[in-house]
């Protein structure tokens, strides 16, 4: 057994996000647009141009900008993650000036040091209203345990689950369904656990994808399949293989929380079996 300090996780205060963020961004498209489409209508040529000149770049700016804030909550919302590769609030942020000064002093015939002085305060701006991209990996000290390897258990499950839930989407059997979504629910609060306390993560990678991965394969061939021919034995064995799926679920979730180790392989050999059936 290894040595290393238990580790306890760091719960830091999340920002708030909210689905109206860079929404000001998106304002400014506004009277570029009218402008483009005046120029349009007064078959001004120059101006047409120069103005969705400027209708792009600021578009490109929000765009690039929003890509950024879904990194940021991602970020925030992870346990065990890496800082964003490429820090695009900050290339929205250089392109706003950018844009700005294009704008002001191309299309607008702005004077160079008024264009340069509105560039400058634009990028000051936006750095004060939206901040800048994370730049610290949150990988943690856990002893012996690679924070990559959890980071990379965590998103082969986390992938799972999402081609479950697509799945569950052509599902009719009400039954069924809430099943699978129980499981979902209790297969989430054991990826939030393992995150938590990621000691025993090399076990449970081989209890997630051999639980999670045996939901999604019966699954798929459930849809697959055309319900309506699904005969009542069929679908009992699927009732009762998911109430146990279930149960092994919050017996797993339960010995997560107290610390113990896992003790898989009789579960593992049983539900491979039932799924291969």
Do not use: C, W
């Amino acid at each position: 057994m290894s040595k290393a300090k238990p580790y306890v996780a760091k719960q830091p205060e999340k920002p708030s996000y909210k689905s109206v963020q860079g929404i000001l961004l998106y304002l400014f498209l506004v009277p570029l647009f009218l402008a483009v489409i005046l120029a349009l209508f007064q078959t001004n040529i120059k101006a047409f141009l120069l103005n969705g000149i400027s209708f792009f770049l600021f578009l490109a700016v929000a765009t690039l900008a929003k890509k950024g804030f879904v990194q940021e909550r991602i970020y925030h919302e992870s346990i065990f993650t890496k800082a964003p590769k490429i820090p695009y609030k900050m290339v929205a942020g250089y392109l706003l000036g950018g844009a700005t000064f294009f704008t002001s002093f191309i299309s607008g015939g702005q004077p160079l040091v008024k264009s340069a002085f509105l560039a400058i305060v634009a990028i000051v701006g936006y750095s004060l209203l939206y901040g800048f991209d994370p730049k610290k990996d949150k990988l943690e000290n856990i002893g012996d345990i690679s924070a990559e390897f959890v980071i990379e258990t965590i998103s082969e499950a986390k992938a799972k689950l999402s081609e479950i839930e697509i799945a569950m989407q052509n599902i009719k059997d009400t039954i069924l369904h809430d099943k699978l979504q129980k499981a979902l629910v209790q297969a989430e609060h054991i990826l939030k656990t393992i995150q938590e306390d990621p000691k025993d993560v090399r076990v449970a990678r081989k209890f997630l994808t051999v639980y999670i991965d045996g939901v999604a394969k019966v699954t798929k061939a459930y849809t697959e399949l055309d319900e309506a021919e699904i005969n009542e034995q069929t679908t009992q064995r699927l009732h009762t293989l998911m109430d146990e799926v279930e149960e092994k679920l919050s017996e797993e979730l339960q010995r997560l929380k107290n610390n113990n180790a896992f003790d898989l392989d009789v579960h593992i050999d049983v539900l491979k079996e039932q799924i291969k059936g």
